[in-house]
């Protein structure tokens, strides 16, 4: 089953197109991550999921309810954490909880147990008395993941969850989130950390001003990259050898380190080692660098910059 | 999920919670004011006015204190709670949940009413303190009590249903203050809070007539008093088709989004 469909989706804010006709699928249990720069519009599509903002144009289904139509239907199946700390600073944090499993009909006695097992299972239940605004960084990060949970959504979006917090607790977010997609929950991530979206989703989709640029596995978009082979020649030549290799691109020399692009390490590197044995040169190291999933971002992404230096794309 | 199930009753209990828990800031000062109220009008100037209509001036301005204290808190209760709530973004919890529009909006309505109705309870207490000061072995008549919860019923809905216009509106705190006291507090003091209509010149009276506040002090005056110096059940039948009115542009106004989705 499709657990989000988005087709031809348009929000404009005034002159600004925030999304420009963007269709996308995504099917149950996949663990989905949207990459783009600032101002790409992924939560300007995530706020249109949940009904925080409309589309002007174009519809949006989750578990095949319309968003508008059947928001109610739409909304019960989605637990979101989003970007900002809008959390209920009035009451202490296991009543927050209760209180949204309330609203999504979860009577009172389960939703007190619902609640005290969100905070455990994000590792902050001693702290359930708290109220957020007490809360460190890194706990609200943490409460903003357990009120997701606390509904046990089949669809739970994430915008940025990881946004300031330490490595250690990134990881352990991570774990959670993963072990979650494992039992069956559809992840749809949104995120600045490229490893992030590396380690963790089984499809990405990379996002500009508006529109999707490309889905595919991280795999696949590693691929579409330009690798490097980085050469230690025993002498240093006087210029960079050239190549009349397929697949094989720009060689650059600083003293005896060669650096060359090719499109893929594996296959190329034993052509160009040759070459260069043909032209004399003794090759003493090799190394493969493989294409990281953000440069291939960035190359996706880049925007023109004009003589001032100014990002006019 | 229907209009009046789990979800309506969570968000109605987390609405009554949050002016329950903080009486310092709710109850308190409905309190402090109405003491000072019947301190200096009714006791200390009281004593020196006539009587209207046949009752002692305390007696007169009691319902009038009741509707601006009531009134008041159900209205800055719904905006305050609708305003804050989009002001630090928290309303969202409510918004991206499945509860229907008009769930969202009865609950907040709901609650704040009852505040209004809480406070107009405190209001009484304290005039039942004052009133035999007054008047020996005197008492808070209640002469027409089906009228009494009928008119505060519906003008506390009324004022907590404007209240969610009001806090859908605001773009700052400045404004829910230009409500209440640039707009809300003159309309009940030029409403015969402390004065009959047959006190005023017949042109004062009759523009006096325009405002809205004048039918809710009289109606309850008439709750209290058994005396108004307006029809009771034509201002009844108007308030209760008002309120029916702007309950129903609260929730064209959350379905469409205004104030509160981009």
């Known amino acids: ?313 | 999920m229907s209009a009046f199930g789990t979800g309506f009753r969570s968000l109605l209990t987390r609405e009554i919670l949050r002016f329950v828990r903080r009486p310092r800031n709710t109850f308190v000062p409905p309190a402090i004011t109405n003491v000072l109220y019947f301190a200096v009008f009714g006791v200390i100037l009281g004593d020196r006015i006539a009587a209207i209509q046949g009752y002692d001036y305390i007696l007169f301005i009691l319902p009038g204190l009741v509707v601006l204290g009531a009134v008041s808190n159900a209205f800055e209760n719904a905006s305050f709670s609708i305003f804050h709530g989009r002001w630090n973004e928290y309303i969202h919890e409510v918004l991206t949940s499945p509860l229907p529009y008009s769930s969202q909006v009865l609950a907040y309505v709901v609650a704040s009413a009852l505040r209004g109705l809480v406070v107009g309870g405190i209001i009484v207490g304290v005039g039942l303190l004052f009133v035999p000061f007054t008047i020996d072995g005197g008492s808070v008549p209640i002469r027409r009590p089906l009228y009494l919860v009928a008119f505060m019923l519906t003008i506390t809905t009324l004022f907590a249903a404007f209240g969610i216009v009001g806090g859908l509106w605001a773009e700052d705190f400045d404004y829910l203050t230009v409500l209440n006291q640039f707009i809300l507090r003159p309309l009940t003091f030029f409403g015969g809070v402390f004065y009959s209509l047959e006190t005023l010149p017949d042109f004062w009276a009759t523009v006096s007539l325009l405002n809205p506040m004048v039918y809710m002090v009289n109606g309850v005056r008439y709750g209290f008093l058994g005396y108004a110096d307006v029809n009771a059940n034509l201002s009844l039948a108007v308030l209760a088709g008002l309120t029916a009115v702007v309950v129903g542009v609260d929730i064209l106004l959350f379905r469409r989004g205004y104030g509160i989705i981009e």
């Open chain 1, 1 to 313: 089953m499709t657990a989000i469909r988005a087709d031809d989706l348009v929000k404009e804010y005034g002159d600004v197109r925030a999304l420009d006709g963007l269709s996308l699928e995504i099917d149950e249990g996949e663990f989905f991550g949207l990459l783009g720069p600032n101002g790409a519009g992924k939560t300007t599509f995530i706020n249109i999921l949940v009904g925080l903002a409309r589309s002007t144009t174009g519809s949006a289904e989750v578990f095949g309810h319309d968003v508008e139509d059947d928001y109610q239907q739409a909304r019960d199946r989605i637990g979101l954490a989003p970007q900002e700390f809008n959390v209920d600073r009035f009451f202490p944090i296991h009543e927050v909880l209760e209180h949204k499993a309330g609203y999504h009909g979860i009577e009172s006695e389960e939703a007190e147990r619902r609640a005290a097992e969100a905070l455990k299972t994000v590792g902050i239940y001693d702290k359930r008395d708290t109220r957020f605004d007490w809360l460190s960084g890194g706990m609200k990060r943490r409460f903003l993941l357990a009120r997701a949970l606390v509904t046990d959504p089949d669809l739970l979006i994430l915008d940025e969850p990881t946004a300031g917090v330490d490595v250690e607790l990134r990881r352990e977010l991570w774990e959670l989130v993963q072990r979650l997609n494992d039992d069956g929950t559809t992840v749809l991530l949104t995120t600045h950390y490229i490893e992030e979206a590396e380690q963790l989703c089984d499809t990405v989709a990379i996002m500009d001003t508006g529109r999707k640029i490309e889905v595919a596995s991280p795999d696949d978009l590693r691929g579409r990259g330009e690798d490097t082979l980085l050469v230690t020649l025993a002498d240093a030549p006087a210029r960079p050898p050239t190549f009349d290799l397929d697949g094989v691109g720009r060689a650059t020399l600083d003293g005896t380190e060669l650096s060359v692009t090719v499109d893929d390490a594996g296959s190329r590197a034993a052509a160009v080692i040759r070459t260069l044995d043909r032209s004399g040169h003794e090759v003493v190291n090799l190394e493969l660098r493989r294409a990281s999933l953000e440069e291939v971002f960035v190359g996706m992404t880049r925007t023109d910059t004009d003589a001032s230096g100014e990002v006019t794309g």
